[in-house]
């Protein structure tokens, strides 16, 4: 149980690092003007005062302390079911939730918003289809909520607590 939980915490501590690393090289890099990458990836400087895909956008002066709250309350919530877990699975996409959420809540108490620069899209003569612009916590998040998800369809669900012995 000990090294499960140590996985999930390694790995939100690794998500903030990471994601508080990229952000500020990544602002410093965009200062210029965007970058294409390929046709269909692009680095954006964007500011998002919401949350993910730019829901609950709030431009009110409380409104990142009120997301940051927010997001902290879920960490907490996921911090209490990460050290219930028992499978590897779930503490890692726990870890990368918790990760995440705290990466972007630092964001929003230092900055008022959280940056984000990743862009995919599609463009063709009769089509165009943008996705919204994202970071590295919010990939965290995103991929974590899909372990949780595969855990509990594919993965074989909660395991049942063995009896005791007689």
Known sequence: MKGIRLLGLAAAGLVI??????????????????????????????????VGFSLLTMNLPSGPYILSALALTIAAVMLVWLFRVARAISALALGLIIGGAIGNAIDRLAYGAVVDFVLFHITTPTFNFTWYVFNLADAAIVAGVIGLLYESFLGGGVPQKRPDPP
Request: hydrophobic share 45%.
């Open 17 to 50: 690092v990471l994601d508080q690393i990229s952000k500020p090289l990544m602002r410093d890099w965009l200062s210029g003007g965007d970058i294409a990458l390929t046709s269909f990836l692009s680095l954006v400087s964007a500011w998002n005062r919401g």
